[in-house]
């Protein structure tokens, strides 16, 4: 089942790639999706064996990572039949190409049992998620792809060192397979090691967004297709995150814990200061919810980086945010269909002109910043109180306060676009109205970051719990 999950994109990729014709394409990404969706959920009734001599694995935190990939991505692709269509001027062979691979490529992250495979993985979704932000060939769109690249290699090079410092540091073992790491990681080198854990979590930190490497992620975001944008905030960071969390694993089995935990709140912290600065005023409404990513990146780092029920908290917060921000660039998506501008001034009378657009985004504002009833509230109340049980009382306090100051300026500016008159310019000789096809997927990611809110299925809060359990936690 492992390599059928990650071959199967790939037989994908390249028929989409040989066909002629952009609607057989749209067939292909959408029965891909799905299928990849229906082996994903058997994966949680029939444990697979491990691949290539333990290279290929699939514990609890896969697992649970995979899941979230799978779902966005099958919701992404439903919204995208509606997306291509209109976009029907352009080819769509090297878009639907590359998001097939690039499918394989995240796939393959939750999977991989070796350090090197999994650097080799999260750089393969680089290289795949690359064309993918230039679909519109549009100068801002290149500038942005060629940031991503420059600044995402960067980060995946110090990456590539952590992993050399690592083996070095786990000399011994002759691997740097996961397994034999955890079992034997109390008989590293502890210089080595930290060295390599400072490189490993800058360069899966850049690639994950958290400051100050995050600069790429505002572009891309702002220039990528709303459906991409989903997919880059939605599960490319969380593949990037699992990768701080094997280094993690690492860590907490060679007795570093405290060590990678001072890291993590530092990026953490500085990561929600970042967002809060640059959110508050922002004129653009794609690049003010990708701020709300670097935000939400650096909560993960702060739940990981406070231990304890933080664990759970960070895990429960990456699965929330997922849903929440692939619901809320999708709506965005729909906000560019109407007003064709990216500009907050130009979105007015959103919930007059438009309700169901309207209702939507308000929904998704309120799930990204962690209102109740939705699930991210509670993830984030998690982290708060790990932050007071263990008496970071300093880290609690700017928590609380970046946090409020981010929910102020993203409150701004969505109370603007859905207040007031329509104004002439929704409606708008190339508007386009919302469809089923651009409803029914939003409405999907809404309605489970609302019921994480409230109800917590007993088979994700024991992958919660497992998942914590890998990290050190009780």
């Known amino acids: 089942m492992l390599l059928f999950l990650i071959l199967l994109p790939i037989l994908g990729a390249a028929v989409a790639f040989l066909l002629s ?24 009734k029939f444990s697979p064996a491990a691949w290539f001599h333990g290279f290929l694995g699939m514990d609890v935190l896969g697992r649970l990572i995979l899941t979230v990939v799978s779902i966005l991505f099958a919701a992404v692709s439903f919204y995208l039949w509606g997306y291509l269509k209109e976009e029907e001027e352009r080819s769509n062979r090297v878009f639907v190409t590359s998001l097939l691979l690039f499918l394989s490529a995240m796939t393959l992250v939750t999977m991989a049992r070796h350090m090197g495979l999994l650097w080799i993985a999260i750089e393969a979704t680089t290289l795949f998620s690359a064309p993918l932000i230039n679909f519109t060939r549009s100068p801002q769109s290149v500038e942005a792809m060629w940031k991503y690249l420059l600044i995402c290699s960067v980060g995946i090079a110090m990456a590539l060192l952590g992993t050399l410092f690592l083996a ?48 790429w992620l505002p572009d891309a975001h702002s220039e990528a297709p709303s459906p991409v944008s989903a997919l880059l905030s939605g599960v490319l960071l969380n593949c990037a995150f699992l990768g701080i969390l094997r280094v993690f694993q690492i860590c907490a089995a060679a007795g570093q814990t405290a060590f990678a935990q001072d890291l993590l709140l530092v990026m953490g912290l500085l990561s929600l200061a970042v967002a809060s600065i640059f959110v508050i005023g922002q004129t653009d409404y794609k690049r003010m919810f990708a701020y709300s990513s670097v935000e939400n990146m650096g909560i993960l780092a702060i739940g990981i980086g406070l231990g304890g029920v933080g664990l759970y908290g960070s895990l429960f917060h ?32 959103l919930l007059a002109g438009h309700p169901v657009t309207g209702i939507f985004l308000a929904m998704g504002f309120l799930a990204v910043t962690g209102i109740p009833p939705f ?39 969505v109370l603007k676009m859905l207040r007031g008159d329509t104004g002439e310019q929704a409606g708008g ?12 997927p939003i409405l999907l990611l809404g ?22 359990t890998l990290l050190g936690g009780g």
């Open 429 to 440: 000789p190339q508007a386009k109205k919302e469809d089923i096809g651009s409803i029914i």
């Open 168 to 215: 070095v540091s786990a000399a011994g073992t002759g691997t740097v397979l996961l397994d034999v790491l955890l079992d034997h990681a109390t008989l590293f080198s502890v210089p080595w090691l930290k060295l390599s854990v400072i490189f490993l979590f800058v360069g899966y930190g850049t690639k994950m967004g958290l400051a100050p490497m995050h600069t």
């Open 318 to 349: 990456a699965v929330n945010n997922a849903f929440a921000k692939g619901m809320v660039f999708l709506v965005t998506g729909n906000l560019y269909r109407i007003y064709q501008s990216k500009k907050v001034n130009d979105v007015k009378g």
């Open 21 to 44: 014709n952009g609607r057989p394409r749209k067939i292909v990404l959408a029965g891909t999706s799905f299928i990849h969706l229906i082996g994903v959920v058997s994966i949680w």
């Open 375 to 413: 699930g991210t509230f509670y993830s984030e109340l998690m982290i708060l109180n790990a932050a007071i049980r263990s008496g970071h009382f300093w880290v609690a306090f700017f928590y609380v306060l970046f946090l409020a100051l981010i929910f102020i300026g993203i409150a701004g500016s």
């Open 447 to 468: 309605l489970i970051v609302l019921m994480l809110g409230l109800y917590m299925p007993s088979f994700l809060d024991n992958a919660l719990k497992g998942s914590s």
